[in-house]
């Protein structure tokens, strides 16, 4: 359990260094907007499959 805690840590702090080292403001919105992006599809996808889903009830 503690390993796992442990490798959790590393990795933020991983994600947190490579986007302190970005320089770029454009490479950051980019970042910012497809991480955006990917949450939004995985929502729309969500509700679309519920939305199937209870029409087969119907």
Known sequence: ???SI???K???KAKLLY???LKSRKI???VILL???VI???IFT???TFDWVSGLFK
């Open 1 to 3: 359990m503690k390993e």
């Open 10 to 12: 590393n990795e933020l």
């Open 6 to 8: 442990d490798e959790v």
């Open 40 to 42: 939004a599809l995985k």
């Open 28 to 30: 950051k919105a980019g």
């Open 19 to 21: 986007w302190n080292n």
């Open 35 to 37: 991480f955006i992006g």
């Open 46 to 48: 969500t509700v679309l």
